[in-house]
């Protein structure tokens, strides 16, 4: 448990990696601004609620409490239509981006998408595979 004005170690809040068939699905936080928004997000909360633990809820709702799933993907949603202005917005939507971005614009394997996306069967990850309709012309158009 962390006290207000604690040094935070961001180690201690990583939530635990739930096992799929005895495989573990930990991904490394790259992003250093993310990492640096949830470490000051952390920092606000210990200084308003005094101390945190490993399984206290990261977001809460305006009560305090846990958001509850069907909430937290409509806010979800609602920022991702208002704030970043995508009309037809889900909080799926970002899953499905990563997998399609993974593939097509960063020209990786289905496996890493599949590893990302933490899924068993490489044939769930090719449901969210969906190729750009310039890449589909352009693959006719090379055939001749």
Same mark, same amino acid.
């Given at each position: 448990?962390?006290?207000?004005?604690?040094? $935070?170690? +961001?180690?201690?809040?990583?939530?635990?990696?739930?096992? %799929?068939?005895?495989?573990?699905?930990?991904?490394?936080?790259?992003?250093?601004?993310?990492?640096?928004? @949830?470490?000051?997000?952390?920092?606000?909360?210990?200084?308003?609620? %005094?101390? @945190?633990? +490993?399984?206290?809820?990261?977001?809460?709702?305006?009560?305090?409490?846990?958001?509850?799933?069907?909430?937290?993907?409509?806010?979800?949603?609602?920022?991702?239509?208002?704030?970043?202005? $995508?009309?037809?917005?889900?909080? %799926?939507?970002?899953?499905?981006?990563?997998?399609?971005?993974?593939? %097509?614009?960063?020209?990786?394997?289905?496996?890493?998408?599949?590893?990302?996306?933490?899924?068993?069967?490489?044939?769930?990850?090719? $449901?969210?595979?969906?190729? +750009?309709?310039?890449? $589909?012309?352009?693959?006719?158009?090379? @055939?001749?």
């Amino acid at each position: 448990m962390a006290k207000a004005g604690a040094e $935070i170690d +961001p180690k201690e809040f990583y939530p635990d990696v739930k096992k %799929h068939k005895g495989k573990s699905r930990d991904l490394p936080l790259v992003d250093v601004e993310l990492r640096k928004a @949830l470490e000051e997000y952390l920092t606000f909360r210990l200084e308003k609620e %005094h101390s @945190l633990s +490993p399984s206290s809820p990261l977001f809460i709702t305006q009560k305090g409490g846990p958001y509850s799933p069907n909430t937290l993907q409509e806010h979800m949603a609602l920022m991702l239509r208002y704030w970043a202005g $995508i009309e037809k917005a889900s909080s %799926h939507s970002g899953r499905r981006t990563v997998i399609t971005d993974v593939i %097509h614009k960063q020209k990786r394997s289905v496996k890493v998408a599949q590893k990302i996306a933490g899924h068993v069967n490489p044939s769930t990850t090719l $449901i969210y595979e969906e190729p +750009p309709e310039e890449e $589909i012309g352009d693959a006719l158009r090379k @055939l001749g």
